[in-house]
């Protein structure tokens, strides 16, 4: 007799019960006759393996062994029930409430009831189907969703496959980087190290110099005061002499014919003290910041410097193409009211654009400016410094991205973006990474970011923009691209 414990293999898929005169299939998955048959006429399919059946020959055939292990199982589940056993595969098949044989599907409860559930009031005015064809209709709704899981399940395994790929890709980009990063700061404590030992060695050699100079002043000093000594003793022994004649033969003998002025002076030099004049210069009291600049010479990459072509009239853009500045151009229009300047120079034939001319547009109000790079960027990553100043309306950025500052507000080009800022930067450093599409913006004085812009348009080669505000009269306060 069959075991409790397979019990499960004896149950068929489709009707969740023991086989009733099972069927196997040619894919090897075995179904109750009837259950198949009625799978089979609305998709042509193994309900397990999904496997095509064909319409053709033998595909239905007795599988034996099922059969009969499957009697036994139901004879065992039969004689359990008669035993008073509970939880049985039969009983749950049958009306819990009138141990009567679940035959109908109650379409407004979407359960399964007995006729006797069908007659009683709390079924009453609901919808029956017989549970052959509830099955049917249930399982033609339910097909398509095996398929849309199935779908939803490669999809999400693709997902989750990508998604490892760029788990291992961002480790192994940090890694990169983590190298990178060691790498360049190693350059650059290589290069502090460097001038660290030359700055040393240069100071040791001024020591060295200055000692040598003080120690020879040091040495001659010590000679002259010995030779005084020796003199000292010398008069102070002859001095002592109280007989005259012999005091005179003494200090003949001993200093022939000199005077005491002569033996004096050819010992007493005048001699100055060596004051130390040990000094590094800058080095000395703005050693960090000198060697920054220095550092700034051997740094790769440096920033970007800029030349600005300016597309708006009145702006002139410098020699270098560095700074914008207000330039009128003497053009008589509908709004300039001829004066004397104007009409002075249009009678002298000139048409050039003047700085002093203040006077050519009186009736104009503030206006806009704006100036692009001549060069282009298109690939890898690139930073530049804009020097805003004080001015209280700016615009810098890559065309349709920028960070705007108007009237003590920050905004960008995305809509209802508004900055939060403490402090007023006059210099804007923008970071530009075009393989990550973003532009970040940060305070160029100290380097603290403010704000960061991703999936920016990378479509088309960009130009650095940027606008300001002017008006009438010569502009002191031009807008500027910084060159470290």
Known sequence: MASASYSEDLTCSICLSIFRDPAILLCGHSFCRECIENSLTLQRQCPQCRADVPKEGKYLLTSHILKNLAEKEAQRLSTEQGNGREFSEVDEQLCPEHEEKLKLFCVTDQQLACIICRDGEKHDGHRFKPVKEAAAVVRKGV?????????????????????????????GKSQQLMTQICSQFEEMHDFLRKREDQIKQELKQKE??????????????????????????QVTSALK???SEKFLKNWTKNNSKMTPEHLFSSIAKDFQVVNSCLSLGPYESHLQFYVWKEMLQVIQ??????????????????????????GPQIIQSNYCTPCTYCSRNRSSGFGFASYTSVRCRENTTERCASALSSSEFTSGQHYWEIEVGKRKYWKVGTGKNYLCFDQQKYVTSRPDTELELTGTPQK????????????????AENMTLLHTMTNCDMSAPVKAFIEYKFSKGADHNPLRVCWL
Do not use: H, W
């Open 241 to 243: 002499i109280t007989d």
């Open 143 to 171: 097909e398509p969703l095996v398929q849309n899981i199935s779908d939803y399940v490669c999809a999400t395994e693709r997902l989750a496959n990508t998604q490892s790929e760029e788990i291992t890709k961002t480790k």
């Open 428 to 443: 804007i450093g923008l970071y530009l990474d075009c393989v990550s599409a973003e532009l970040s913006f940060y305070d």
């Open 301 to 326: 990459p440096r920033e970007e410097q800029l030349s600005l072509q300016s597309t708006s009239r009145d702006i002139t853009v410098s020699d270098g193409g560095r700074d914008l500045m207000y």
């Open 208 to 233: 060295d110099d200055a000692v040598q100079i003080m120690s020879e002043t040091l040495k001659a000093m010590e000679t002259a005061l010995t030779e005084s000594r020796e003199l000292e003793e």
